[in-house]
T-cell receptor, first 114, second 112 residues
Framework: AQKITQTQPGMFVQEKEAVTLDCTYD???????LFWYKQPSSGEMIFLIY??????QNATEGRYSLNFQKARKSANLVISASQLGDSAMYFC???????????FGKGTRLHILP | DTAVSQTPKYLVTQMGNDKSIKCEQN?????MYWYKQDSKKFLKIMFS???????INETVPNRFSPKSPDKAHLNLHINSLELGDSAVYFC???????????FGSGTRLTVV
């Protein structure tokens, strides 16, 4: 079974609009971390934001926020006021505390339209 | 100063050849990883090393052999390359207790 599910293979959004990228996860662990990474066309993996399972507040980093709904096992990324440079592949990922590895979802390709 | 550096960035080689990809991190991290990103962009862990010791080996063919001479280096050697080995290989590192990885810029391997 997939541990990280990203249901949107691709999205098109008008510049300056807010974007929500969906992510659900599956774990029986109580302690885990959730991440979002951005991969532009140049190929590098850029860390965007982190949410710990015990964090009571949603994580925010500049224009990025993580909408964490623990009961629903959901960790959606919200990008406010999208920019052309936000066009990229976005990966949701999870690390269970007992495990040393980060597991990635299949990604969502975001296209920002001028 | 690059935190996690991989060389080479591009590698084109013929089937059957043996090749190596090198990775170095200057972050003082304890753990290093190799991930493979296939043509559909799916990222899958291959190996992890903690302070030169193999921790994770995710059912990777034994043609792939990681080597960690010290905790700042994790190299990947691939024997008898096959067409299906074509992918982008990412090295990453993290420190114990830290929550995320720092990735290298990736090595695009093309087997022809």
């Amino acid at each position: 079974a997939q541990k990280i599910t990203q249901t949107q293979p691709g999205m098109f959004v008008q510049e300056k609009e807010a974007v929500t990228l969906d992510c659900t996860y599956d774990t029986s662990d109580q302690s885990y971390g959730l991440f979002w990474y951005k991969q532009p066309s140049s190929g590098e993996m850029i860390f965007l934001i982190y949410q710990g399972s015990y964090d009571e507040q949603n994580a925010t980093e500049g224009r990025y926020s993580l909408n964490f709904q623990k009961a629903r096992k959901s960790a959606n990324l919200v990008i406010s006021a999208s920019q052309l440079g936000d066009s990229a592949m976005y990966f949701c990922a999870m690390r269970e505390t007992w495990d040393d590895k980060i597991i990635f979802g299949k990604g969502t390709r975001l296209h920002i339209l001028p | 100063d690059t935190a996690v550096s991989q060389t080479p960035k591009y590698l084109v080689t013929q089937m059957g050849n043996d090749k190596s990809i090198k990775c170095e991190q200057n972050l003082g991290h304890d753990t290093m990883y190799w991930y493979k990103q296939d043509s559909k962009k799916f990222l899958k862990i291959m190996f992890s090393y903690n302070n030169k010791e193999l921790i994770i080996n995710e059912t990777v063919p034994n043609r792939f052999s990681p080597k960690s001479p010290d905790k700042a280096h994790l190299n990947l050697h691939i024997n008898s390359l096959e067409l299906g080995d074509s992918a982008v290989y990412f090295c990453a590192s993290s420190s114990q207790g830290a929550y995320g990885y720092t990735f290298g810029s990736g090595t695009r391997l093309t087997v022809v």
